[in-house]
C-alpha cells in the first residue's frame, strides 16, 4: 500500500468516525497542509461543510453555529498562525462551554524547529482552554490504526459535547504528497453499527436525604431570590418559574436566561432588577435571606454589587455537572445537579409555606415602577440607544432568535427587554465577554435556519466585518442592527470619562466610518431610520427580505449617557417614594 492509500484511508476512517458520532457540520479554512482533512470531509455525503476563509471568523462561525445546535462543530485548518488565529473563539468557547472539535493540520515531526515554512509548535497550542488535546499519529492504513483513527474522531465528539461542554483539539502531522485518492473503493471503511465508543450519560440528580436537608435550610426563610443567569438550557425555563411561583418568591432573569421570553408563567419574574438594584439604599433594604442562582453570574453590575454587600446570606449555586462560577468571592454552597430536574424535585417535596407574601409584591410593584419609566416614550426625533433596543424588542418577530455583542449591546437589552409570550432564544459571547468576532458569531447562529437578529455596537461591527462574507457566500437569513455612538460608548459610564485630556483618543475611539459601503459590499441591504418610526418600520422590513440587512441607528455618546442616567433617576426617586 503506498503513500496515497494509506493517508487516504487513515484520514476517511477518521472523518467517518466523526459523522458516526453524531458531528454534522464542519467549517474549513482553505490551505494547503490541510487538504487530506479538507477532501475527505468535502466528499463525505453525511457531513455539511462551510468555506470561511479567515480562520478567526470561521471559529467564531462554528462557535455560533455550535452554540445554536447544541451540539459539536468542528473546524479544520491548515499549519501555522492559521490555527493561532482560532484562539479568541476558543477561549470562548472554553468559558461560555461550547463544544468544539478543533483539528489543525501540522508539519511533519522531521520539519517541526527547522525553519521550515509555517512550522510552528503546535502541540498543546491551546493550553487548558482545550478540554482534551490529542497529537494523531503520522498516517497508517492497517487495521490497527484505522481503529486509532475512528476511536479518536469518536473519543473527540464525545469529549466536547459531554458535562461541561468546550473545545478539544487533534493536531493532524500530514507528509507530502497530500492530495487523497478519493477513488478508492471501500473509502469509508468497515463501518460498525454504532460509533467507535458508546456513550451513556445520565442527568446528575440529588437524592431525597440532599434534597431533604436542602428544603430544611431554606425552611425557616422568608425573603428567598431565585436569579437565572446566562443558560441555554430550554427545559429551565417553565420549571424553575413553576416553583417560585409555588414558592412565592421573586426570580431576577438575566436577559440571556432564556426565562423572559416564551409560554411559560412569568408573573414573579423581574426584569427590571437591574435599574431597581442601581440605588445603594434601595439595595439594602432589599436584603434577602437566601439566593439560589441557575446559570451563569448575570450581566447586570449592580446585581454584582448587591449580592457583594449582602455576602453574609446563604447563597447556592446549580451547576448542572462542574464549576465554580462565583466572580463575588461569596461563601456559597455548590449543588451540581440538573437544574430543571431540580426544580421538580423541590416541586414534589413538601410546599415551602414561610415566604413573605409582601417580599413578592414588593419586587414586583418596583418592578412595574421601573417598567413604566422604560417603555414611557420620549418626545425627541432621534433615537437613544434604549430606544432601539425597545424597538426592537416590539417588532421581533416570533419564533426567531438574538445574538447580542457585548459591551453596551446587551446591557441595554437587560433593561429594555420585558417579558413577552414569543419564542426568542437569546445567545451572546458571555464566556470572556469580548467584542471581537460578533458578526461571525450571530452567522453562525443563522445558518441552522431560523431568522437571526444580531444586535451589537460600532466598534464589534467594525471588528469583525469579514464576517459578513458569510452571508453572501450562504445566502443567510440575518438582520443586524447595529448601534453607532462612533467609539467606545460603554466607556462612557466608567470614570474614564472624567479624564476628558485622554478619554477620546483611548476610549472614545471614534471611528468616522460610513458603514453603508461595506454592507453594500457583501451585497446586502441598508436602512438609516432617523426616529423609532422609522426604526420599526426599518426592522419589520428587514425581517421580510431573505438575505443580509443592516440597519444602522446613530447616536450620540453624551446624550445616550444623560438620557440613560434620567431614567434611572426617575426609577430611584419613584421607587423610594413607595419603599
Known amino acids: ?328 468571592g461569596n461563601k456559597t454552597e455548590m449543588i451540581y445537579a440538573d437544574a430543571a430536574l431540580l426544580c421538580k424535585d423541590l416541586m414534589n417535596l413538601a410546599d415551602r409555606d414561610s415566604s413573605d407574601a409582601k417580599w413578592l409584591q414588593t419586587w414586583q410593584n418596583m418592578n412595574q415602577t421601573a417598567k413604566d419609566f422604560l417603555l414611557e416614550s420620549d418626545d425627541e426625533n432621534g433615537v437613544t440607544e434604549g430606544e432601539a433596543v425597545r424597538s426592537l424588542m416590539e417588532v421581533i418577530p416570533d419564533n426567531s432568535g438574538i445574538y447580542v455583542g457585548n459591551s453596551m449591546a446587551v446591557r441595554d437589552l437587560d433593561t429594555f427587554f420585558m417579558t413577552t409570550p414569543k419564542s426568542i432564544e437569546v445567545l451572546s459571547n458571555r464566556g470572556a465577554n469580548g467584542i471581537d468576532g460578533m458578526i461571525s458569531s450571530g452567522m453562525g447562529a443563522a445558518s441552522i435556519g431560523a431568522p437571526v437578529t444580531l444586535l451589537l455596537g460600532d466598534l464589534s461591527f467594525f471588528h469583525d466585518m469579514n464576517g459578513l462574507l458569510a452571508a453572501k457566500h450562504y445566502g443567510l437569513n440575518i438582520t443586524i442592527l447595529v448601534v453607532n455612538n462612533n467609539g467606545g460608548g460603554i466607556f462612557s459610564f466608567l470614570p474614564q470619562v472624567k479624564h476628558e485630556a485622554h478619554f477620546e483618543a483611548l476610549f472614545g475611539t471614534p471611528l468616522d466610518i460610513e458603514f453603508e459601503q461595506a454592507v453594500n459590499m457583501y451585497g446586502g441591504t441598508y436602512q438609516q431610520p432617523a426616529n423609532e418610526a422609522e426604526l420599526k418600520q426599518a426592522l419589520e422590513s428587514s425581517y421580510e427580505y431573505d438575505g443580509l440587512s443592516v440597519v444602522e441607528v446613530k447616536t450620540d455618546r453624551a446624550a445616550n449617557l444623560n438620557w440613560h442616567r434620567a431614567k434611572w433617576r426617575q426609577i430611584e426617586g419613584s421607587m423610594r417614594a413607595r419603599i
Open 1 to 328: 500500500m503506498n503513500h496515497t492509500e494509506e493517508l487516504t484511508r487513515y484520514t476517511a476512517n477518521f472523518v467517518d468516525g466523526l459523522v458516526q458520532s453524531g458531528l454534522s457540520d464542519v467549517v474549513i479554512s482553505p490551505g494547503s497542509r490541510s487538504t487530506p482533512l479538507a477532501m475527505t470531509i468535502a466528499e463525505h455525503p453525511g457531513l455539511k461543510q462551510w468555506v470561511v476563509i479567515d480562520e478567526r471568523s470561521a471559529a467564531f462561525f462554528a462557535l455560533g453555529m455550535a452554540k445554536k445546535r447544541h451540539h459539536a462543530v468542528a473546524i479544520v485548518c491548515s499549519s501555522g498562525t492559521a490555527a493561532a488565529n482560532y484562539f479568541p473563539a476558543i477561549i470562548e468557547a472554553y468559558y461560555s462551554r461550547v463544544p468544539l472539535v478543533v483539528l489543525t493540520a501540522d508539519r511533519p515531526h522531521e520539519l517541526r524547529d527547522t525553519g521550515a515554512p509555517q512550522a510552528i509548535d503546535q502541540v498543546k497550542m491551546y493550553g487548558d482552554y482545550a478540554k482534551w488535546f490529542h497529537e494523531m499519529a503520522l498516517p497508517e492504513a492497517d487495521e490497527k490504526m484505522l481503529a486509532y483513527a475512528r476511536g479518536k474522531a469518536s473519543r473527540a465528539v464525545n469529549t466536547a459535547n459531554e458535562g461541561n461542554p468546550g473545545p478539544v483539539h487533534l493536531n493532524f502531522p500530514f507528509r507530502e504528497p497530500l492530495i487523497p485518492d478519493l477513488s478508492l473503493e471501500n473509502l469509508w471503511g468497515e463501518r460498525s453499527p454504532e460509533p467507535f465508543y458508546t456513550k451513556t450519560e445520565g442527568k446528575r440528580k440529588l437524592d431525597r436525604d440532599q434534597l431533604e436537608n436542602l428544603r430544611s435550610k431554606l425552611q425557616s426563610f422568608h425573603k428567598g431570590l431565585i436569579v437565572c443567569g446566562p443558560q441555554t438550557d430550554q427545559a429551565l425555563p417553565a420549571a424553575v418559574s413553576e416553583l417560585a411561583a409555588a414558592w412565592q418568591i421573586p426570580i431576577l432573569a438575566d436577559p440571556l436566561s432564556q426565562v423572559r421570553a416564551g409560554e411559560h408563567h412569568k408573573d414573579v419574574v423581574i426584569e427590571g432588577y437591574d435599574a431597581i438594584l442601581r440605588s445603594e439604599s434601595i439595595r439594602e433594604k432589599l436584603k434577602p435571606d437566601f439566593i439560589i442562582r441557575f446559570g451563569a453570574m448575570p450581566v447586570s453590575k449592580p446585581y454584582l454589587f448587591y449580592v457583594k454587600e449582602h455576602n453574609s446570606i446563604p447563597q447556592f449555586v446549580v451547576e448542572n455537572t462542574a464549576g465554580y462560577r462565583e466572580p463575588a
